[in-house]
């Protein structure tokens, strides 16, 4: 079963900045918070991943709290593009743990 | 230049019949994966190969078998086929060695739609 929790839809304006919550109260010391979209009918697509500190690439920043309990995605900009589901996945590295194991995820759309 | 494909898109068969899906990847990465996305939108990893030797086998039925030729390539193929196994299929790839920032991070194919009528 996931090990996280997300809220299954939220809504975002159009070049307003998109934060997507996850509880992951149960995550271990060597687990990492991975987040992958699936865009319709595609396959999921990376986003970032981070152990404890917080991280940020080309497409996102994620938060992570410093009880490693929670984390924010922030898309700083949606675009209607970025409608998509949201997953929040934690996993530990390599091996057969570093499954990954598919929650539900957070459905967001992106609205002009 | 894309770094995971799957053949065919879409694959429409008959019950019983036996089919494949092809799996291959250009990013040097040595472990493969395959998933199963089911009508409900759940993903669920079936198996991985690292280095040609399987790793993980989730309790899917062995009418399922991955067969690896090489390191870029993993083929799912399915035997007598039932109408539960319709589904989208995933294939996805990692490196899993080494101490690079952005190791194990799975990347996906675009997917391949079977129907079983």
């Known amino acids: 079963d996931a090990k996280t929790t997300q809220p299954p839809s939220m809504d975002c304006a159009e070049g307003r900045a998109a934060n997507l919550p996850c509880n992951h109260s149960t995550i271990s010391g060597n687990e990492y918070v991975y987040w992958y979209r699936q865009i319709h009918s595609q396959g999921p697509q990376y986003i970032i991943h981070g152990l404890k500190n917080n991280e940020t690439n080309e497409m996102a920043s994620l938060i992570i709290t410093e009880d490693r309990k929670s984390s924010t995605l922030i898309l700083p900009h949606a675009t209607l593009r970025d409608t998509a589901v949201y997953y929040c996945i934690v996993r530990a590295y390599g091996g057969s743990q570093g499954n990954l194991i598919f929650g539900k995820g957070t459905k967001l759309s992106v609205k002009p | 230049d894309t770094a995971v494909s799957q053949t065919p898109k879409y694959l429409v068969t008959q019950m019983g019949n036996d089919k494949s899906i092809k799996c291959e990847q250009n990013l040097g990465h040595d472990t493969m994966y395959w998933y199963k996305q089911d009508s409900k939108k759940f993903l669920k990893i079936m198996f991985s190969?690292?280095?040609?030797?399987?790793?993980i086998n989730e309790t899917v039925p062995n009418r399922f078998s991955p067969k690896s030729p090489d390191k870029a390539h993993l083929n799912l193929h399915i035997n007598s086929l039932e109408l539960g196994d319709s589904a989208v299929y995933f294939c996805?790839?990692?490196?899993?060695?080494?101490?690079?920032?952005?190791?194990?991070?799975?990347?996906f194919g675009p997917g391949t739609r079977l129907t079983v009528l």
């Open positions: 996805a790839s990692s490196l899993t060695s080494g101490r690079a920032r952005r190791a194990d991070t799975q990347y």
């Open positions: 190969y690292n280095n040609k030797e399987l790793i």
